[in-house]
């Protein structure tokens, strides 16, 4: 008997015409790992909000069909009760942050249960030790990196003692180690407690062997409904990108079970004969020296409150080059980019871009030529409209009005050109706030965590334009822990580490034999080929299968 059941569920925001949710059906077994994928305003995160409870509760709108929960409908449960039910995990840790230490985040939710004060120590301690944050109980929680936020909010949840887990996008702000402790976490939920896991993740790479079941969304309707390896063959067939790489790679070659694990992959990998052709190089890297755009020489930086950020750092960002800038949370990818547009002054060292020194340069001169796009999109979008945003960065910035009918083209703006920028998606505004930015046509462009809420065909459109810009003469740096992306885009790479870069040149080189600053194609090639992207490695597989027809 299913613990969850959504019944025709129909669903529209209040200030939306289309329907978010369109006659949804789905059935929730008690224990399962449910993996939920699509495109951006595909109804994930809108059917994630319905399994808690959020829908129409908390954002009005239309609502039919029925979600029940045990056999009763959840629009009969208390909302105290509901909580004991289903918890849900948000994707910006901050703003789900209530409390100033880790302990009162807890204690907040369990206090508003009504629980004892024994029972909330006890229920603390217990949670607080089985997700690894018992060292940090007393801790400010907004001095924590983006991981240990995360795990908090899961914490906080957990606390509550729900029977089913709703999480959206959970891992987009977490570096690859903090990513794979996270959904380690979320395993031992799932495998050792018997817990019900909802996932909605765009980086499936991470997750997709987790799942005891994939549902694949589009348009507000479930499309795909099955076993991992059973969804992934379907997604390929039809030409979906919402497969991990390494899995749909596989699939293409004809492989009828193609592999969810790196460990499944190499094992395929080792037993094909034949000698392949050489894998095509990475992307093209001038040879000899380049003018730099902007550098760092010896920069130190310490923050008001005493946190050193940076700590001897030294770079030269090549100009017209496109640069992917790798590290750990916490370890200065930020800060480095916030030097590099003049919104910091070193404590000590000098930061040059495009010639000027940032400790004399003006900051508001240097907006019109270089542009910084931080993590959080919402910080840009001012207008009622998307079509607004980029005509008023236009005039604030001195850029050419036609630019904007070439930016909305180029970005894929086209529909969302009149809608107001607060009732998008997640990935919807981030590439509306980069369209503000590219309307000004800034000579170097700077990106923390881009690809954050993206699909993979918004991916794949943002790659190509960070390409055309670069070809025209642009020098483009982003920041990111999203490897499989910049495998396939960036020309160079640099990693941060502990306020200082650790490792910097091409992105093969940069790439070759790290474990988690590495693709999931690269991680599956290691010692066998250098091969890194999912071109590249087709053409790899199809050359092995030639020569073994051949013999």
């Known amino acids: 008997m299913a613990l969850v059941t959504v019944q025709n569920l129909n669903y529209r925001y209040p200030t939306e015409g289309r329907p978010a949710l369109h006659r949804v059906n789905l059935r929730v077994r008690e224990g399962e790992f449910l993996l939920v994928v699509g495109p951006s305003g595909g109804g994930k995160s809108s059917l ?24 009763r409908d959840l629009d009969t449960i208390a909302p105290r009760e509901l909580a004991r039910t289903v918890g849900i995990v948000f994707q910006d840790p901050e703003k789900q942050l209530v409390a100033t230490t880790v302990e009162r985040e807890l204690v907040f939710g369990l206090e508003n249960l009504g629980l ?29 990196s983006g991981g240990q936020q995360q795990k908090v909010c899961l914490a906080a949840v957990l606390a509550m003692r729900p029977r089913v887990l709703v999480l959206d996008e959970p891992t987009s702000q977490l570096d690859p180690g903090a990513a794979e402790d996270f959904l380690h976490t979320l395993r031992r939920l799932n495998e050792e407690l018997g817990l019900t896991v909802v996932l909605i993740e765009h980086r499936l ?57 790196v460990r499944e992959g190499r094992r ?16 093209d ?25 940076l700590h001897d750092c030294t770079w030269q960002v090549p100009r017209g080059r496109l640069v992917a800038v790798f590290g750990a949370n916490g370890a200065g990818k930020t800060t480095v980019l ?40 919402q ?70 965590e881009p690809t954050r809420g993206l699909d993979p065909a918004w991916k794949a459109r943002l790659g190509r334009t960070l390409k055309d810009l670069q070809s025209q003469g642009h020098t ?49 090639f290691t010692g066998i080929a250098p091969v890194y992207t999912a071109v590249d490695a087709e053409r790899w597989l199809e050359a092995k299968c030639r020569a073994a027809a051949v013999r």
């Not at 603390?124 to 924590?144: I, K, N, P, Q, W």
């Not at 694949?216 to 992934?232: F, Q, R, S, Y």
């Not at 999203?482 to 020309?491: L, N, P, S, T």
Request: neutral net charge.
């Open 268 to 283: 395929i990998l080792r037993t094909l004969d034949g000698a392949p052709e050489k894998p095509p190089a990475g992307p």
């Open 338 to 377: 916030k030097h590099l547009a003049g919104l910091l002054r070193p404590s000590r060292g000098k930061v040059t871009v495009l010639g000027r020194d940032t400790r004399t340069e003006n900051a508001a001169r240097m907006a019109r030529r270089v542009a910084y796009l931080a993590q959080n999109p």
């Open 476 to 524: 483009v740096v982003l920041a990111t822990h999203d490897i499989d992306f910049a495998a396939e885009w960036a020309g160079e790479a640099v990693v941060v580490s502990g306020g200082r870069t650790s490792g910097q040149g091409a992105l093969p080189a940069v790439l070759d034999g790290a474990l988690f600053y590495n693709s999931q194609i690269g991680r599956l």
């Open 379 to 448: 910080d840009y979008l001012l207008r009622d409209t998307v079509l607004g945003e980029l005509q008023f960065s236009v005039r604030q910035l001195g850029g050419r009005p036609e630019t904007v009918d070439r930016v909305v083209g180029l970005l894929g703006l086209e529909p969302f050109r009149d809608a107001n920028p607060r009732d998008l998606s997640v990935g919807e505004r981030q590439v509306a706030a980069l369209g503000a930015l590219l309307a000004a046509d800034p000579e170097v462009l700077l990106l923390d």
């Open 116 to 144: 004892e004060l024994n029972e909330m120590r006890r229920r603390v301690a217990e949670t607080l030790d089985f997700v690894g944050l018992g060292h940090l109980r007393h801790a400010r929680v907004h001095a924590l």
């Open 285 to 309: 890297v001038a040879a000899g020296p380049v003018e730099p755009a902007a550098s760092l020489e010896k920069v130190w930086y310490v923050y008001p409150g005493g946190l050193e950020a």
């Open 205 to 261: 790479e991470r997750c997709f062997h987790l799942a005891d079941r994939v549902v694949l969304m589009e348009g507000g309707e479930v499309v795909l409904d099955g076993p991992p390896a059973e969804v992934a063959a379907a997604a390929t067939a039809r030409n979906l990108p919402f497969v991990p790489a390494m899995t749909r790679v596989f699939a293409r070659a004809g492989f009828s079970s193609p592999p969810l694990t």
């Open 48 to 71: 994630g909000r319905a399994l808690a409870g959020l829908l129409p509760r908390f954002h009005g709108g239309t609502f039919g069909g029925r979600v029940r929960y045990g056999g």
